[in-house]
């Protein structure tokens, strides 16, 4: 006997645009055999893919998954991952992406917080959820387990596959229903449940029909930022999954596996967060890889050191720097690839389908030049803050999402994100915009990374701090590094205490933890 299938009637509705579930059904039947993900050894055409996703549907709804409940996902990058995500889009169901970097508290507070009744897991992460799933409001689980692997009694991924039917579910589900909801990073406390609509990846997808992100059917896009990461599922796999384009997905990032996939797979699209791209350079044979399939190199997540989107510029790739947050499901603006040198160290200028100003504390525009904050509008917005009704209208006011970023317009009209209004020190009356003093020290020979803080001083308020992690076998000294920085940054941007570290504490998404830094080293003195 098998698990049954979804049965809900339909609503008539001739002004009816559906969600991403409609993506795969398309493709699975238009484009049933082009291959569609690929993953380890195990290549899916959209046919096969689109079967898989019906039959993860049809197991959650035996599960009791109704439209608007959430589903959990604690996975690795892979097939499971989006046949599970795409289950949930079919049924009008909520996913709910977990970071595996998290701690086993930090996890409880989102699966409570989501109300998630269904968690798909890998076994390797079951020490996460153990402790705290007795407390929450979990009522299955579903582990995409290796053969032999324990998982006790929840259901194994593969075997729930083959018990479940693999016909379409007809729940009618509309651009405006909730289709997932990611968590902010948390780096300034709690993180809140950022709620998207399917019209969010829709309009984004079509954003990235244009211009310098396009993505064309024949492209080959390489995933191996996490999934979890709305960079990761939203900058090109949805978009490619929008327009039946072969993905490869990698588990998790390795620099000589992914320079050996771009060659095999001649992979033409590449988005990596900017400290993956940083590794890459640091592969001495990079040169001794065939790169020349690549069309496409974006960057996004964080600023992206100048001198390593050089490196790339040099060996004569296209590279591009986006900018978005998980507010805007991603994406928000772009520099193009004809602007990228003349105008590097910018994020470019808005999508089609995105408004963008800057304005100061009283909401109105400040001139081309000055830095104020960002704010935008447009149908790549989130919907709300989940469960936060204050976070949501502190956020949207005067029509507008204030998105917490400095940034500056230049007299061409290209974008430049100058920090987190909360990063921002001022020292002696000026303020020090932490992303900029940093983008000068990268390009210091002896320095790999770096993150500027404020330090309490008795004279100026305030004080920049630099920690710095060396590169191999190599030091700097404060007074060299106050010298390197001479002629290049305003006495009062300039660093006046100098810390080593061995590593900078990073979220998953490769930002900076700044407020674990300040905590650890803002009242250094000497």
């Given at each position: 006997?098998?698990?049954?299938?979804?049965?809900?009637?339909?609503?008539?509705?001739?002004?009816?645009?559906?969600?991403?579930?409609?993506?795969?059904?398309?493709?699975?039947?238009?484009?049933?055999?082009?291959?569609?993900?690929?993953?380890?050894?195990?290549?899916?055409?959209?046919?096969?893919?689109?079967?898989?996703?019906?039959?993860?549907?049809?197991?959650?709804?035996?599960?009791?998954?109704?439209?608007?409940?959430?589903v959990?996902?604690?996975?690795?990058?892979?097939?499971?991952?989006?046949?599970?995500?795409?289950?949930?889009?079919?049924?009008?169901?909520?996913?709910?992406?977990?970071?595996?970097?998290?701690?086993p508290?930090?996890?409880?507070?989102?699966?409570?917080?989501?109300?998630a009744?269904?968690?798909?897991?890998?076994?390797?992460?079951?020490n996460?959820?153990?402790?705290?799933?007795?407390?929450?409001?979990?009522e299955?689980?579903?582990?995409?387990?290796?053969?032999?692997?324990?998982?006790?009694?929840?259901?194994?991924?593969?075997?729930?596959?083959?018990?479940?039917?693999?016909?379409?579910?007809?729940?009618?589900?509309g651009?405006?229903?909730?289709?997932?909801?990611?968590?902010?990073?948390?780096?300034?406390?709690?993180?809140?449940?950022?709620?998207?609509?399917?019209?969010?990846?829709?309009?984004?997808?079509?954003?990235?029909m244009?211009?310098?992100?396009?993505?064309?059917?024949?492209?080959?896009?390489?995933?191996?930022?996490?999934?979890?990461?709305?960079?990761?599922?939203?900058?090109?796999?949805?978009?490619?999954?929008?327009?039946?384009?072969?993905?490869?997905?990698?588990?998790?990032?390795?620099?000589?596996?992914?320079?050996?996939?771009?060659?095999?797979?001649?992979?033409?699209?590449?988005?990596?967060?900017?400290?993956?791209?940083?590794?890459?350079?640091?592969?001495?044979?990079?040169?001794?890889?065939?790169?020349?399939?690549?069309?496409?190199?974006?960057?996004?997540?964080?600023?992206?050191?100048?001198?390593?989107?050089?490196?790339?510029?040099?060996?004569?790739?296209?590279?591009?720097?986006?900018?978005?947050?998980?507010?805007?499901?991603?994406?928000?603006?772009?520099?193009?690839?004809?602007?990228?040198?003349?105008?590097?160290?910018?994020?470019?200028?808005?999508?089609?389908?995105?408004?963008?100003?800057?304005?100061?504390?009283?909401?109105?525009?400040?001139?081309?030049?000055?830095?104020?904050?960002?704010?935008?509008?447009?149908?790549?917005?989130?919907?709300?803050?989940?469960?936060?009704?204050?976070?949501?209208?502190?956020?949207?006011?005067?029509?507008?999402?204030?998105?917490?970023?400095?940034?500056?317009?230049?007299?061409?009209?290209?974008?430049?994100?100058?920090?987190?209004?909360?990063?921002?020190?001022?020292?002696g009356?000026?303020?020090?915009?932490?992303?900029?003093?940093?983008?000068?020290?990268?390009?210091?020979?002896?320095?790999?990374?770096?993150?500027?803080?404020?330090?309490?001083?008795?004279?100026?308020?305030?004080?920049?701090?630099?920690?710095v992690?060396?590169?191999?076998?190599?030091?700097?000294?404060l007074?060299?590094?106050?010298?390197?920085?001479?002629?290049?940054?305003?006495?009062?941007?300039?660093?006046?205490?100098?810390?080593?570290?061995?590593?900078?504490?990073?979220?998953?998404?490769?930002k900076i933890?700044?407020?674990?830094?300040?905590?650890?080293?803002?009242?250094?003195?000497?």
């Amino acid at each position: 006997m098998g698990e049954g299938h979804v049965g809900m009637t339909s609503v008539a509705d001739p002004h009816y645009l559906g969600g991403l579930g409609d993506w795969l059904r398309y493709h699975g039947d238009r484009n049933r055999n082009q291959e569609a993900v690929i993953f380890g050894e195990h290549r899916f055409t959209y046919g096969e893919l689109n079967r898989r996703t019906n039959a993860v549907a049809n197991a959650l709804w035996y599960r009791g998954i109704r439209k608007g409940d959430r589903v959990a996902l604690l996975l690795l990058n892979s097939n499971a991952f989006l046949e599970t995500f795409f289950a949930c889009a079919k049924l009008g169901a909520i996913a709910v992406p977990l970071n595996y970097r998290l701690s086993p508290a930090e996890l409880h507070f989102i699966l409570s917080d989501s109300g998630a009744r269904v968690l798909v897991y890998h076994p390797r992460f079951a020490n996460l959820v153990d402790p705290i799933r007795e407390d929450t409001p979990l009522e299955h689980g579903i582990a995409v387990a290796a053969a032999g692997e324990d998982i006790g009694t929840d259901a194994d991924y593969e075997e729930t596959l083959q018990a479940s039917a693999q016909t379409e579910p007809d729940v009618l589900v509309g651009q405006q229903d909730p289709l997932m909801m990611m968590y902010t990073s948390g780096t300034t406390g709690k993180p809140k449940g950022a709620l998207m609509s399917h019209a969010n990846p829709t309009w984004i997808a079509i954003n990235s029909m244009l211009g310098d992100l396009a993505v064309h059917r024949d492209d080959t896009v390489l995933t191996v930022a996490p999934l979890f990461h709305i960079g990761g599922l939203a900058i090109y796999t949805l978009p490619a999954l929008y327009m039946g384009t072969k993905i490869v997905l990698h588990a998790e990032f390795n620099p000589v596996e992914t320079l050996r996939t771009v060659e095999r797979e001649r992979v033409s699209i590449l988005f990596l967060l900017p400290a993956m791209w940083q590794a890459l350079t640091q592969v001495p044979e990079i040169d001794q890889y065939r790169l020349d399939s690549l069309r496409t190199l974006l960057s996004g997540g964080a600023p992206c050191p100048i001198p390593v989107i050089e490196f790339f510029q040099k060996r004569g790739l296209q590279f591009l720097e986006g900018f978005g947050m998980t507010e805007t499901c991603a994406s928000a603006c772009v520099l193009g690839d004809a602007d990228a040198v003349r105008k590097n160290g910018s994020v470019g200028k808005p999508l089609i389908h995105v408004q963008m100003r800057i304005v100061d504390e009283n909401d109105n525009d400040v001139p081309a030049g000055e830095t104020g904050e960002l704010v935008l509008r447009g149908p790549t917005l989130f919907l709300e803050y989940w469960n936060r009704p204050d976070a949501t209208e502190e956020a949207f006011r005067n029509g507008w999402f204030h998105s917490g970023d400095l940034a500056r317009q230049d007299e061409e009209g290209f974008y430049y994100i100058v920090d987190r209004k909360k990063d921002m020190l001022i020292s002696g009356g000026e303020n020090v915009y932490p992303t900029e003093v940093e983008q000068v020290l990268y390009r210091h020979p002896a320095i790999q990374d770096v993150a500027v803080i404020g330090t309490p001083d008795t004279r100026w308020g305030e004080v920049p701090m630099a920690l710095v992690v060396p590169r191999p076998g190599q030091s700097v000294t404060l007074d060299e590094l106050q010298d390197f920085c001479r002629d290049k940054l305003a006495r009062f941007k300039t660093p006046r205490h100098l810390k080593l570290l061995e590593a900078l504490p990073r979220t998953a998404t490769g930002k900076i933890l700044k407020r674990e830094l300040r905590q650890q080293y803002a009242e250094h003195n000497a």
